[in-house]
C-alpha cells in the first residue's frame, strides 16, 4: 500500500521556522521525485517545491525561494521541508506528493496534510 | 507563468446525470493537463494526467479530452461520492514548473 504521512506542523510566530516530515512507505522511494504541496484555508492548491529521486536537484516555487528548503534522506525513506522566515500567509495545509511515474509532473499518491499555522 | 481557469466555478448537477467541469489555459500546455478530485479534509486524489489517461483505480465513468488551451473533465453518470472539488494541473515547463488552477465545487442538485 502507497502511503505518506506528514508530521511536524504546528503553531509557530511570525519569522519562526519549522521542519515538516513526510515518511514514506509501500514503494522504492529513491525512485521517485517527490514534493510539497500547500493549501491555504479555503483555498487551492500550490505547488512549492521539487526534490529529484538522488536529491541533488531542487526547485521552488517564487514564494518560497530563499526561505523553505526541501531535502530527502533516502536511508529512512523520509521527505522533508524546512520553513523559515514564516508569514501569516504561509499558514495552510503542506501536503507532500509522490511523482506518479518517476519524475513526472503529475502526483500520486498524497499524505494526509499537516497543518502550519502562523501567528502571533 | 501559465494561468489556468476553472469553469464554472460552481456546477450544480444530480446523481445519475452527467458533469462536464472545464479549464483553459492561457496558452497551449499541450495536453499536459492533469485533474484531481478533493473532498472535505481530504487529500487531491490524481483522476486524469496526459488530459485524458485515467490514473490507476480510477473509475471508467471520469474521462478527460482536450487539447491545446481548452479541457474537459467529464463525468458520465454521478454517484453520491463524486461531488467534490475538482481542480486542473498543467506541468507543461515540468520540470520544475506547475501551476493549479482555483478549482470547480461540483454539488449535489
Known amino acids: 500500500q502507497l502511503l505518506l504521512v506528514e508530521s511536524g506542523g504546528g503553531v509557530v510566530q511570525p519569522g519562526g521556522s519549522l521542519r515538516l516530515s513526510c515518511a514514506a512507505s509501500?514503494?522504492?522511494?529513491?525512485?521517485?521525485?517527490m514534493q510539497w504541496v500547500r493549501q491555504a484555508p479555503g483555498k487551492g492548491l500550490e505547488w512549492l517545491a521539487v526534490?529529484?529521486?538522488?536529491?541533488?536537484?531542487?526547485y521552488y516555487a517564487d514564494p518560497v525561494k530563499g526561505r523553505f528548503t526541501i531535502s530527502r534522506d533516502n536511508s529512512k525513506n523520509t521527505l522533508f521541508l524546512q520553513l523559515n522566515s514564516l508569514r501569516s500567509d504561509d499558514t495552510a495545509v503542506y501536503y507532500c506528493?509522490?511523482?506518479?511515474?518517476?519524475?513526472?509532473?503529475?502526483?500520486?499518491?498524497w499524505g494526509q496534510g499537516t497543518l502550519v499555522s502562523v501567528s502571533s | 507563468e501559465i494561468v489556468l481557469t476553472q469553469s464554472p466555478p460552481l456546477l450544480s448537477v444530480s446523481p445519475g446525470e452527467r458533469a462536464t467541469l472545464s479549464c483553459r489555459a492561457s496558452q497551449s500546455v499541450s495536453t499536459n493537463l492533469a485533474w484531481y478530485q478533493q473532498k472535505p479534509g481530504q487529500a487531491p486524489r490524481l483522476l486524469i494526467y496526459g488530459a485524458s489517461t485515467r490514473a490507476t483505480g480510477i473509475p471508467a465513468r471520469f474521462s478527460g479530452s482536450g487539447s491545446g488551451t481548452e479541457y474537459t473533465l467529464t463525468i458520465s453518470s454521478l454517484q453520491s461520492e463524486d461531488f467534490a472539488v475538482y481542480y486542473c494541473?498543467?506541468?507543461?515547463?515540468?520540470?520544475?514548473?506547475?501551476?493549479f488552477g482555483p478549482g470547480t465545487i461540483l454539488e449535489i442538485k
Open positions: 509501500g514503494f522504492v522511494f529513491n525512485t521517485y521525485a
Open positions: 506528493a509522490r511523482s506518479y511515474d518517476l519524475w513526472s509532473g503529475y502526483f500520486f499518491p
Open positions: 526534490i529529484s529521486s538522488g536529491g541533488t536537484d531542487q
Open positions: 494541473q498543467e506541468y507543461d515547463n515540468w520540470p520544475p514548473w506547475s501551476s
